[in-house]
């Protein structure tokens, strides 16, 4: 009995390389919106977003040209969490993936901090 030992290598090239990808970590106030861009380089991209892994089921997504955008309006408290884009070249099906951080605060942590920062002030 003989036995060959078969090896097969496919080069399935590199990975795309992002061009705009989501802003690491975004801070955004409550009831404002938030937008993510992301570009690869390549001719044929397609574009996918989630958010903490799942599906998008808030906000609109766009196409313009090879960018794609995410954007979430009216933001609430519940938007917070990890926005990846997914993105392929629909020509070598190789895909890459970039996460930013979104951080959705109340207008009054802002506000306190205006009127800490005045009352500091006059103290001066």
């Given at each position: 009995?003989?036995?060959?030992?078969?090896?097969?290598?496919?080069?399935?090239?590199?990975?795309?390389?992002?061009?705009k990808e989501p802003t690491s970590k975004t801070?955004?106030?409550?009831?404002?919106?938030?937008?993510?861009?992301?570009?690869?380089?390549?001719?044929?991209?397609?574009?996918?977003?989630?958010?903490?892994?799942?599906?998008?089921?808030?906000?609109?997504?766009?196409?313009?040209?090879?960018?794609?955008?995410?954007?979430?309006?009216?933001?609430?408290?519940?938007?917070?969490?990890?926005?990846?884009?997914?993105?392929?070249?629909?020509?070598?099906?190789?895909?890459?993936?970039?996460?930013?951080?979104?951080?959705?605060?109340?207008?009054?942590?802002?506000?306190?901090?205006?009127?800490?920062?005045?009352?500091?002030?006059?103290?001066?």
């Amino acid at each position: 009995m003989q036995c060959k030992v078969v090896t097969c290598t496919t080069f399935l090239g590199a990975v795309p390389t992002f061009l705009k990808e989501p802003t690491s970590k975004t801070t955004a106030i409550k009831g404002s919106t938030a937008t993510y861009d992301c570009q690869i380089d390549v001719s044929q991209p397609s574009y996918h977003w989630l958010k903490d892994g799942g599906n998008i089921t808030k906000g609109s997504i766009s196409l313009s040209g090879s960018v794609s955008s995410l954007q979430i309006d009216n933001l609430a408290f519940s938007d917070s969490g990890n926005y990846s884009c997914v993105a392929t070249d629909i020509q070598s099906s190789q895909s890459g993936e970039r996460t930013g951080v979104l951080v959705v605060k109340g207008m009054l942590l802002i506000l306190k901090l205006f009127r800490d920062c005045n009352t500091f002030r006059s103290a001066m």
